[in-house]
Structures are given as structure tokens and as C-alpha cells.
């Protein structure tokens, strides 16, 4: 039985959702996140599968930092997203579809079942931009060494990678949170990142990070 948690900022589309799976003995939805109120972390029901009906960045943010630095559960989004073409380096070493809206539960449930045993599952329409982009990401960080991050932000994006907050980073280190927030922008910028999510791993693929 196969655990899900949908998340989405609009309860008609997380009812939806659930019902489209209502069917399908093997999955079992066992909660749903609101994206618009402070939520709690997906991974504390324990899902094999986050269902994510990203209706901003931050909603993709949140869904993609569950747990980041274990692997986190598989993911399922219902495109077009905002941000998409940094779902094949953001998501990398971690099972993930990307499939459209309108998909029907059965369609749904094949997906989900497809990510819950590790595979990575793109539609074509949605997707055929995702890789070419993907790879010509991977032929600049090649071609350029990128700009080097400090003894102290290094320090920083490390425990970015252990998922500790700015409040607690600055404690660890014995900084200010407003300094804290200044080095986490400072990396993000030298990595070409566009979330702590995507510096973690831009930063894990650099060696720069252990995860």
C-alpha cells in the first residue's frame, strides 16, 4: 500500500484529487497540506508520495524541500508549473513524475505508482523542454568554474543541506540571522540557484556539500 499525501493550496482540487484515487486499492491517501497557510512538513504523515498541484513557485519550494536531504518521498506534479526546467537538476537521484492536470485517476495512479517504485516519469508534452534545458545547464557549469564560495558560506550551505532554518544556522555559528540571510543569498547567487532546494543540490554536485 503505497501512502499519499496531496498538497495544494485549493481544497476543490485536493478533494479531486482524492477522489480520483478512491479506486485503487494499493494507494492510500493519508493526508493533504495546505501550501497557503504555514504548513507542516509533508513528510510528517510519512507519505511514500507528495501529489503536488503547484499553483506557484513556493508551493513547487516546499514540496521539493520534504526531507531533501534524505531523498525525500517520490514526487508527483500536475503541470505546467512555474519554474519547471529546474525540476531535472533539483530532482536528480530522486523518483518523480511530471504529468498534466487533466489526467484521469487512471493515468494518476499509474504515475504514482511508477515514482513509488523509483522511476522517473515525464509526459512528453509537458517535458520534451525539460532535459534540453537540463543539459545545456550541465554544459555551462562545465565550461565556467563558477564563482567560489567562502570558508563561511560553505559552512552555511551545509546546513542549509541538513534542512535547519536561518534561526538555527545563525546560533550554530554564533552569527546574527540578518547575516545568515546575507551568506544564503550570496550562495544562491555564486551557485545560479533559484532556491535553498536547488543550492543544495547544485552545491552536493560540486562537492561543496555532504548529503
Not at 172 to 187: D, N, Q
Amino acid at each position: 500500500m503505497l501512502r499519499i499525501v496531496v498538497l495544494s493550496p485549493l481544497p476543490a482540487v485536493r478533494a479531486g484529487l482524492r477522489a480520483l484515487l478512491m479506486d485503487a486499492d494499493d494507494l492510500q491517501v493519508v493526508g493533504e497540506v495546505d501550501a497557503s497557510e504555514a504548513p507542516p512538513e509533508p513528510t510528517a504523515l510519512r507519505p511514500d508520495v507528495v501529489l503536488v498541484d503547484a499553483q506557484s513557485t513556493a508551493d513547487l519550494d516546499l514540496a521539493m524541500s520534504a526531507d531533501a536531504a534524505n531523498g525525500g518521498p517520490g514526487l508527483v506534479i500536475l503541470g505546467p508549473v512555474p519554474g519547471d526546467e529546474r525540476l531535472p537538476v533539483a530532482l536528480a537521484g530522486r523518483a518523480w513524475a511530471y504529468i498534466p492536470r487533466h489526467a484521469n485517476g487512471e493515468q494518476l495512479a499509474a504515475a504514482i505508482r511508477a515514482v513509488g517504485k523509483g522511476m522517473v516519469v515525464v509526459d512528453p508534452v509537458l517535458g520534451g523542454h525539460l532535459f534540453a534545458r537540463a543539459a545545456r545547464s550541465e554544459d555551462a557549469l562545465d565550461d565556467e568554474a563558477g564563482q567560489e564560495l567562502t570558508g563561511r558560506e560553505r559552512e552555511v550551505l551545509q546546513l542549509v543541506a541538513l534542512g535547519l532554518p536561518n534561526k538555527m544556522i545563525a546560533a550554530r555559528l554564533g552569527i546574527s540571522e540578518h547575516t545568515v540571510k546575507f551568506h544564503v543569498a550570496a550562495v544562491l547567487g555564486k551557485l545560479g540557484a533559484g532556491s535553498r532546494t536547488e543550492a543544495v543540490h547544485l552545491g552536493a554536485r560540486r562537492g561543496l556539500v555532504v548529503l
